[in-house]
């Protein structure tokens, strides 16, 4: 059965109306990376250093698009929630590797704990720092410890396809390790597959995420909506298959978010 591929435009309008109505009190929006941080993800990108495998997704992932619309610049401190095997930290880390810094945290992911091992072994990853979740892991998943990092506040977090793996309590506790690990005005930037407004939870959709569920709930964390990317919409995604079938894997309609601590 098919449906409408219109509804994430849908989706669009819905968050283009929250955008609309902060308008009146939120902070002045950002411009997105400088000319010498566009410059820097780029060569990044470009790098020799990243294999032909990571590569071969710059298309459908658009890193380019994303780090910019992140604001991402080589003097920032920036944590990476959940790299798995580290395909946007081969990017990241040389951004910041001379001026700024980057901190992974994995958490328990069980047999997938040890997949970024290989990618911090990578010339220029070496001063990519490793941060642990402390505090008892707490909720459904595994995955999640409800204490904070253990370092100085950072100007930048980031996760790419992670949200959608956790159930409410989770997330709101990884919102609030984020708030925490932020300064005032920091910025929180969060990739994900869409999933059609207030669609209940069935086998075909566990992996996606409603975008406006998200805002809602990483704005009651202390945040502000500062921007939402179409740039990784896909109308070949009607938003009724799961993510690994292979009519939509590696075309997955997807959103992108950034979000400001208020100071």
Excluded at 230 to 255: M, Q
Aim: charged share 25%.
């Amino acid at each position: 059965m098919q449906r409408s591929s219109k509804r994430p435009a849908l989706l669009a309008g819905l968050i283009a109306g929250f955008l609309f109505a902060q308008q009146s009190f939120a902070q002045p929006e950002p411009v997105l990376s400088s000319e010498a941080a566009q410059a820097a993800i780029r060569a990044a990108i470009a790098s020799d250093m990243r294999p032909a495998e990571d590569k071969a997704r710059d298309a459908e992932r658009k890193p380019f698009e994303v780090l910019t619309f992140f604001r991402l610049e080589p003097d920032m401190r920036v944590i990476e929630i959940m790299p798995f095997g580290g395909w946007f930290t081969k990017i990241i880390g040389p951004v910041v590797r001379d001026r700024g810094m980057l901190y992974t945290t994995q958490g328990d992911l069980g047999e997938y704990s040890d997949a970024l091992e290989p990618t911090l072994q990578l010339p220029g990853m070496d001063k990519v720092v490793k941060l642990d979740w402390n505090g008892p892991t707490g909720g459904p998943s595994p995955w999640v410890a409800s204490g904070t990092w253990d370092v100085e506040p950072v100007d930048l977090v980031v996760t790419f396809r992670n949200y959608h793996n956790f159930g409410y309590e989770d997330r709101m506790r990884i919102n609030k390790s984020v708030f925490d690990a932020l300064k005032p005005g920091g910025l929180y930037g969060i990739v994900d597959h869409t999933r059609r407004h207030n669609e209940p939870d069935t086998r075909e959709n566990g992996r996606r995420v409603d975008p406006v569920l998200a805002i809602k709930e990483v704005q009651d964390s202390g945040f502000i909506l500062v921007d939402y990317g179409s740039f990784l919409r896909s109308a070949e995604d009607e938003l009724i298959y799961e993510v690994g079938n292979p009519e939509v894997t590696g075309k997955t309609d997807r959103f992108a978010l950034l979000f400001r601590k208020v100071e």
